[in-house]
């Protein structure tokens, strides 16, 4: 499919616009909120609430014979909910820290999550089928109807974000300060993890418990790469997570036999990818770059002050010294000549003679300038 | 009871980690305008006690006045120092955005920080030396840095009562010197100011008034009363061979 039929169906065919439309809502929303639990280092408890909805979704349909949205979402909100809890109380409670605790609900409640489903659907009954896809997402299923709740459920979340904004910034950088302030912490702390979990239960039906997770830590990953600023974070990791939602929306469906949560979440993956190697500042890239310059800036330094040293040895700072005389002394035997050619074109050092090299009145205020800088600053 | 107002007055103060007592019966009452130190070995209660008393955590017994009432009401009378170890640093935002954090309070639930904040937060980044620091990131700061950023946050909370937990914990020289000045302007404007202190070899030169203690209060007062070798014996266990000197001339004459 050529690029103008893919934004024509974009737009005018039904089922690809639900879908994009679905999976965009669906990034925004985890990648905004997913923003709050990676700041505040809680990136596995999007993984804990994702898992542990499984039973609840299998439950609630148990208790009801009932497969509408409303109804599975409502069990997926409180079996993490519960999930949420247990892990406090863990916390509280033993001697386990967080992250144990965690590991623990979440293979404990996707276990549980497994057992009834294989139990269900060893029941005569014919009407469990597609409980399954909530495992990996299907977002073919998608109807403009669920998209219409996903969006109004969007909206709450994110509005709440914003007007609270202050409150959700301070809970997440200084939470102790903030109640040293009045501000009622617990309450803040409970209100935004609820709104994880909303965006989390978004994204269930299309994405799936497994790779939900993805999609709360990933945009917001990728997105503290490019900017220091939260506002900034925020707005980026919904962009990214919207991004990825409707490629992944996109590519599966013009292609056979893709499913759409798996594809979003490999999109997702190639944003990580260049975020974490070609961001300004932070990326591999521009660190791996700057090492080396500081590197090569060290190599040429030592090559100069050896040559300083050397000369004035002999009292006078343009004594030439051979290569050999050089590589003796110096720290970086290999790069000698190297730092010499590249010293020269810099008019620091001459060549009086071939293969003898000396300080140029340039290279001695270099040095100059070096030693000054080694001395103790006032900070 | 004297009906002179005590700036803090703690009363049968207990917590309890885990059946454990941090706190044992603490009975404390600061006068306004002070510099307090709080001193004792590691794991006798500092940092518990000033938690207790910001209402950060709940006490097992005892109550906290500030100015005359618990403290939980009093919050906006007191401003907070916490040990700049308990944040990340890496977090994105600017040393103007996280000065003007100390505002949240007073500006409640709906209004943003404006023009008005940032004016304060400006002057109080002046007063700790930092204002050409406004809009850098605070991941690229030094921990001298990073201590007069949270100090210039509790600034401009223009609170009455300030606790600080550990305000010259690994910083340089310069910026003690620093943090000193500001705790003596406070000082001098009639602010009452309570610091965990773990210099014990400086108590006598930066503060008038100190607590010894170690899960129980050992003793407290002004610094010349109450700051004896005797009661750093019983504050620390027989570990503190090098304060004789320190102690020896305060004896024959001092100040």
């Keep these: 499919m050529d690029l103008a039929g893919i934004i024509h169906d974009l737009f005018f065919d039904y089922t690809l616009r639900t879908i994009a439309l679905g999976s965009a809502i669906i990034g925004l929303v985890s990648g905004s909120l997913g923003c709050y639990a990676v700041l505040r280092r809680q990136s596995l408890l999007g993984d804990a609430m994702s898992h542990a909805a499984l039973p609840g979704i299998v439950a609630a349909f148990i208790l009801t014979g009932s497969k509408a949205p409303l109804v599975l979402v409502l069990g997926a909100a409180a079996a993490g909910w519960l999930a949420t809890l247990k892990i406090i109380g863990i916390v509280r409670l033993t001697r386990l820290k967080y992250d144990a605790a965690m590991a623990l609900i979440l293979s404990v409640f996707f276990g549980l999550g497994l057992v009834l489903l294989t139990y269900v ?59 040293s302030l009045g ?17 989390i239960i978004i994204g269930l039906q299309t994405v799936g418990v497994v790779l939900m997770s993805a999609m709360v830590v990933a945009p917001a990953a990728s997105a503290r790469q490019w900017t220091d600023r939260l506002g900034g974070m925020v707005f980026l990791a919904a962009v990214f997570g919207a991004l990825a939602g409707v490629s992944g929306a996109v590519i599966s469906s013009s292609m056979a036999h893709m499913p759409t949560g798996p594809t979003i979440i490999v999109c997702l993956s190639l944003i990580v990818a260049v975020s974490l190697t070609l961001a300004p500042n932070r990326g591999l890239l521009w660190r791996w770059a700057g090492r080396r310059r500081s590197h090569r800036r060290l190599r040429l330094e030592s090559v100069l002050a050896d040559l300083y040293a050397m000369a004035m040895q002999h009292g006078d700072y343009q004594h030439a010294h051979e290569i050999g005389a050089l590589n003796a002394v110096s720290s970086v035997p290999g790069g000698v000549e190297a730092g010499l050619r590249a010293l020269e074109n810099q008019g620091l050092v001459s060549q009086p003679s071939a293969g003898r090299w000396r300080l140029t009145p340039a290279g001695m205020d270099k040095v100059k300038e070096i030693i000054r800088g080694m001395e103790p600053r006032e900070l | 009871m004297s009906q002179k107002e005590y700036a803090i007055q703690v009363e049968d103060l207990t917590v309890a980690y885990r059946d454990k007592p941090a706190l044992w019966d603490i009975d404390l009452t600061v006068p306004p305008g002070i510099l307090m130190a709080i001193v004792g070995p590691n794991g006798a209660g500092k940092t518990t006690l000033m938690k207790a008393a910001l209402g950060l955590i709940t006490p097992a017994a005892g109550k906290v006045l500030i100015y005359g ?69 605070i991941s690229q700061l030094s921990g001298g840095q990073q201590q007069r950023t949270f100090l210039a946050r509790a600034l401009v909370q223009d609170a009455r009562v300030y606790f600080m937990d550990e305000p010259f914990q690994g910083v340089d020289a310069t910026t003690e010197r620093a943090i000193i000045k500001i705790l003596r302007d406070l000082r001098a404007s009639g602010k009452t100011v309570v610091v965990v ?38 504050t620390y266990g027989g570990r503190i061979g090098f304060l004789h000197a320190e102690t020896a001339r305060e004896k024959n004459g001092g100040e």
């Design chain 2, 69 to 137: 009432r618990p403290h939980l009401e009093q919050r906006h009378l007191v401003a907070y120092v916490p040990q700049r170890g308990s944040v990340d640093w890496d977090f994105p935002t600017t040393v103007l955005d996280v000065v003007t954090m100390g505002r949240y309070g007073a500006l409640g639930w709906v209004r943003r920080p404006g023009r008005r904040e940032r004016v304060m937060a400006m002057e109080a980044l002046e007063k700790v030396g930092m204002p050409a620091f406004a809009d850098r990131q």
């Design chain 2, 197 to 234: 202190h773990h210099d014990l070899q400086t108590v006598r030169e930066y503060f008038d008034w100190v607590t010894l203690l170690n899960v129980r209060r050992i003793a407290g007062g002004p610094v010349g009363e109450v700051f004896t070798e005797d009661n750093l014996r019983l």
């Design chain 1, 183 to 199: 501000l009622p912490i617990s309450f803040l702390d409970v209100l935004l993890t609820s709104l994880l979990v909303i965006a």
């Design chain 1, 121 to 179: 659907q060893r029941q005569p009954n014919a009407s469990q089928a597609g409980l399954e896809t909530f495992l990996f997402g299907q977002a073919a299923a998608l109807l403009a109807r669920d998209v219409i709740v996903m969006a109004i459920l969007a909206c709450v979340a994110l509005a709440f974000v914003v007007v609270f904004w202050n409150q959700f910034k301070l809970l997440s950088f200084d939470p102790d300060f903030g109640k």
